[in-house]
């Protein structure tokens, strides 16, 4: 046996493929008269919109006027968020972690401080953002922020205790520096560490308030250049916020403490609060609580000011989840999070300091989720999130996608899926509100389903470029729930999460689905809108043995135990065959003895109420065999027209019959060759010395090499034990003697050698390369079938590729995909509905023969893409017609024959990275392009591809990256993506007042330019930071358009309420001449009529 060099292997993932031209194989000329319409020019790759929750969230900032969010990551990543649907990723190239964000507020711009002393101003105001200007410091770390409102220079403050000004405009470094040494008192001795806080007053822009970690804050005057007052506490500053009025400002401490202070009285805090502290009744300090990690404080018109803040809880709290306090007045509420918080803001009515807050919301970003809490109403309620951010609730251990869907399909899941939602939300509209949807064209469905390690299922809607869940599905409530721990499934097949989602198939015509779980159980949904009580849940229980040899007898397996169908004969289930059990397995599981003929998992007994949406049709569960758990499910279809369920795993397939509850063939693969088994099977020693198999454990086994294959899909680890069909090439890394069932098609084609007339086959991939068909028998009428089971053939080997065969399609005489017949949806808890559908329709009729003479058999295409090759087979005949070699140095994880607009084509995914495309039937190269290397097992589970050149896959734990091998969908992205930048008038100051105005205390302003300018600082030093300019291609020339035209809209705005203001005062200037004339006429009468009159006759 050849031995596998595990580093070689590992070192060809990154060579770049090898693709030698599809080469027609000689004396087949059946596919010269096929016109491929695809051609290279159809296809580009690139992303398209990223959905979930940011990974490892570490910054925000909001855009108040804008209203926009921004929210940065540990990996460099930004995501911005406006209104429901409109959503941005861009990524630093450095991708070092962001720790600061600051928005120019209603400018259409960000800027961002990464981990690596980076500062990069962004331009929103075009659709895809980039980075106009960097600024890389050398010599200092960045620490904190800060950007006042309305103005174009940025206070950065560093470890060192100095701050630097930045002009935003050029990104160039002021000569004007606040040294450390200068701030603090020169009687100091120490450092007063890293500067953690920056703002000015909000009454005088001159007045820059400096906090230092070590617990001093000090009020620098920028024009004297020197500190007006300084106050210490004996602790650590964590955050400073200012009173609008800017007479006080609070700090929040390490010791749980917040001390305010009135500006002019440094000596000592005007009030110190405990807000969780324990006050002794002798008046003595209270007991040091938690840090309080971050304040704000917040005033109202009409009321009492709101103090936010996070942490601070006491120490006693021990296990208690991360928190954020709201005190309002006399109230403290204590709003317990899921996670713990990153950051928060307080959202206020005006973007200006120096006026009256007035909070409306608080948005808390939290490490695995974002939560907005109404301020405004009794209770804090949270406001219904309408973002993707839900996807990792449960972890995603696998996902499908499927482009083009019935168009009733999204209501249809909409209407059960609103019933599901929580209730209790705050009642007012979302208030991150901004940007405006795209103006695509692509209007065609999709929908993602992604299956979750606790057993659930989720639809979403993903038309658009947009992200919204429909429906979700809790298979999980098939089984008993454990009441204690001893009681917990998971120690059977997997250490955790016994009823993850392994794999699924959906067929949206007839809304059947079918799932695998990581225990050895497969489950079967119909799709209702009544609400049904379901007595007792079908159960089929299969038996699966290893090895020929292991088949137990009738008598010693028990009546449950399904007979195994023979090679190359026709099994009958009516015969040889049970029904479906109605209970739960009852066979013996002694302690004194080897576990046999027991489940994994334990189907409920009781009841089961199921809502409307999908209800539970058959659960089909394999059996333990003489102490042996049974494998894990590797491939799995159906077919709702023949009512047919097929699934494989290590041991070999199994047919179900989910119309009459029956098993129609239980085969091992050697069975599937009979006497023409092409590999050398060496005799196994007995089932008790040999050690577990695949990706299963026994139970009783401790050693190192089972707890590796007891990993849970869940798990992120590069390790190759994953037994996925679609990535049964990572099992090549340790490729054994074994062959398994690595994918299912089926068809209505011509299966047979010689066959003149299409009909029912199911075909058969294996991890060794071979495809073997099965030729089906299922009765024509669907009364008919209700009766009878459809029977089952073997039709033998048809053709063998290198590595594991992982998906297999059909095609037309005119190389159109022959799609696999389908039944018809109807509800089946409404008797009439369903009566009228078996009536009329039960399975679509296959495609009329094409391009064939008079009396000869139809042409039909099987094709066939491995870990390594494509191959296009000629039926009949079943010859080679096409062969491609796609990768020689790495090998393929995904597979699937796409439909697109104008033809059909093959789409491989590598696991070096390579994304191709080959036409069908001739397999021509129509793109390759080295995308993303496999870096974990994740995108290798959840890389699909669907039709009209749509894919996806899950680059991170918690998000979803989409992209588009179409042309036409990148030519149609710009108009597709959404605007993040609309015009919008930014709201007026405050009004000062007569009295203000008139004896001062008003905001003063102040003419940074005169102080910061090269003029006055002069230049700061060159070493200290380098300007990096960004990319000036097409991009920032879009977004200096983009920007004009913003210009141009409010210019327009404010023209327009010029001219409304304008047209007003003609009409009040029109209507006082006309008042002005009719009193002149009025004077002219009286002085007429007392001309003549002398004064004594007045």
Known sequence: MKKFNIRKVLDGLTNVSSSSSASPQPGNRENDTIQENLQSEHFQLCKTVRHGFPYQPSAMAFDAVQKILAIGTQSGALRLFGRAGVECYCQ?????????????????ALVSALADDSIHLWNLRQKLPAVLHSLKFNRERITFLHLPFQSKWLYVGTERGNIHMVNVESFTLSGYVIMWNKAIELSSKTHPGPVVHISDNPMDEGKLLIGFECGIVVLWDLRTKKADYRYTYDEAIHSVAWHHEGKQFICSHSDGTLTIWNIRVPAKPAQIITPHGKHPKDGKKPEPCKPILKVEYKTTRAGDPFMVLSGGLSYDTVGRRACLTVMHGKSTAVLEMDYPIVDFLTLCETPYPNDFQEPYAVVILLEKDLVVIDLAQIGYPIFENPYPLTLHESPVTCCEYFADCPAELIPALYSVGSRQKRQGYSKKEWPISGGNWGQ????????????????????????????????????????????????????????????????????????????????????????????????????????????????????????????????????????????????????????????????????????????????????VQLLWVSGEPPQQITSLALNSAYGLVVFGNFNGLAVVDYFQKTLLMNVGVQELYGLADPFQRQPRSPRKARQPSGGVCDVNDGSNASEDRCKSPTSDAKDSSFSRSRSSSVTSLERESREIISSFHFSETLSRKGEAMPGPSLWVGTSQGSMLVLPLTVPASSELRMQQAPAVSFGGVVTRLKGGILSMATLDSAGAPLHPPYELWYDPNLPDEREEKDRWKRRRPASPPSGSQEGAPDTHYVVLCSEKQAEVIVLPAQTSAFKHNITEASFVLRADVVQMNTGCCIACFCANGHIMALSLPSLRPLLDV????????????????????????????????????????????????????????????????????????????????????????????????????????????????????????????ALDERGQKLGELDERTAAMMASADSFSKHAHDMMLKYKDKKWYQL
């Open 930 to 1053: 080295n995308y993303l290397p496999l870096t974990d097992m994740r995108i290798a589970r959840t890389f699909c591809f669907s039709n009209l050149g749509q894919a996806l896959y899950l680059t991170s734990p918690t998000e979803i990256q989409r992209l588009t091998y179409s042309q036409e969908t990148c030519d149609n992205l710009q108009e597709m993506l959404c605007e993040l930048f609309t015009p919008v008038e930014t709201p007026e100051a405050p009004n000062r007042g007569f009295f203000k105005g008139l004896f001062g205390g008003g905001a003063q302003s102040l003419d940074r330019e005169d102080l910061f300018g090269e003029t006055a600082a002069g230049k700061a030093s060159r070493s200290l930071a380098q300007h990096i300019p960004g990319p000036g291609g097409m991009e920032g020339m879009k977004g200096a358009a983009s920007g004009i035209v913003g210009d141009l809209a409010r210019t327009r705005m």
């Open 92 to 108: 630093h190239e450095s991708g070092s972690a962001v720790i600061a964000l600051q928005f120019l507020i209603n400018e259409g």
């Open 440 to 619: 695509g064209t692509q209007s065609y469905p999709e929908i993602i389903i992604t299956g979750h390690a606790d057993g659930s299922i989720k639809f979403w809607d993903a038309s658009a470029i947009m992200l919204q869940v429909l429906y979700k599905l809790k298979t999980a409530k098939v089984f008993e729930k454990a009441r204690n721990k001893e009681d917990k499934p998971s120690t059977d097949i997997v250490d955790e999460d016994p009823f993850a989602i392994q794999i699924l198939t959906w067929c949206p015509e007839s809304r059947m689905l079918c799932v695998a779980g990581v225990s050895a159980h497969v489950i079967i949904y119909r799709f209702s809108k009544q609400e049904v009580t379901t007595e007792v849940v079908q159960l089929l229980e299969v038996r699966m043995p290893y090895e020929l040899n292991d088949v137990d007898s009738p008598e010693a397996a028990g009546e449950q135990t399904p007979a195994v169908s023979t090679p190359g004969a026709t099994s009958s289930p009516q015969s040889a065959l049970p029904p479906a059990q109605t209970h739960p397995s009852t066979s013996s599981n002694s302690s004194d003895g080897p576990r046999d003929n027991v489940p994994c998992l334990k189907v409920r007994c009781s009841p089961l109420k199921q809502s409307p949406g999908y209800q539970v049709d058959l659960v």
